[in-house]
């Protein structure tokens, strides 16, 4: 028998990540952690290629929300990280740093400040169809987010700053329609 122990990474939950970002911000209203969570996790989407936590995020009428996170919170104006059954301790220091960043961006946003903002965005516009139910809400699609915020990325200084976009410390990098990578492609290939 192999005595190695197996490194397995572990993904956060929502939970975790509300935990972290109310351990940081002391008391937010339910709208600001809802809308923070998925600003973490579309730009985990979109800088990081991969998702921050597993749950999904639901268009409701006043904008994204994790359904797991709002029961804990559900009833409160205000949440405390005691409201919240999560633990910070289990993100990684990349994770918090990641966290930092969204959160600097988008922390002193009123909540209703972020509810027109993500009303105003493409996933969430996309996604909602008027109902507020759990089982009539829409999830907003991982790839949504993903290609919305890549595009954001790219745009101009002053629609990047409309928009509150994190300043990550990262390499620049190209993002492309598959179409025009299809026409790339084929275009090297005929070159060949």
């Known amino acids: 028998m192999d005595n190695q122990k ?4 572990y993904q ?3 939970s975790d990540v509300a935990k972290y970002l109310l351990e940081k911000k002391g008391t937010l209203t339910g709208f600001q952690l809802q809308k923070l969570l998925y600003y973490c996790q579309a730009w985990s989407l979109t800088v990081e290629d991969k998702p921050l936590f597993a749950e999904d995020i639901r268009a409701f009428e006043n904008g994204p929300d994790i359904t797991s996170v709002s029961m804990q919170h559900q009833g409160r104006y205000y949440v405390h990280a005691s409201n919240i059954t999560g633990d910070s301790d289990k993100l990684s220091a990349s994770e918090r740093v990641f966290i930092d960043e ?3 961006a988008y922390g002193k946003l009123t909540g209703d400040q972020l509810v027109e903002l993500t009303h105003q965005e493409g ?5 909602f ?6 089982s009539a809400s829409a999830v907003i699609s991982k790839d949504s987010m993903r290609a919305y915020y890549a595009r954001l990325l790219t745009s101009s200084n ?8 994190p300043e990550f410390d990262l390499p620049k990098r190209m993002y492309v329609t598959s179409r025009d990578y299809d026409w790339l492609l ?5 070159e060949e």
């Not at 996933?123 to 996604?127: D, E, H, M, N, T």
């Open 6 to 9: 197996t490194i397995q990474s």
């Open 129 to 134: 169809n008027g109902h507020t139910s759990m």
């Open 12 to 14: 956060p939950t929502a």
């Open 158 to 165: 002053e629609h990047q700053k409309r928009h509150h976009v």
């Open 186 to 190: 084929s275009y090297l290939d005929e």
């Open 123 to 127: 996933p969430w516009r996309q996604a």
């Open 102 to 104: 969204v959160l600097d």
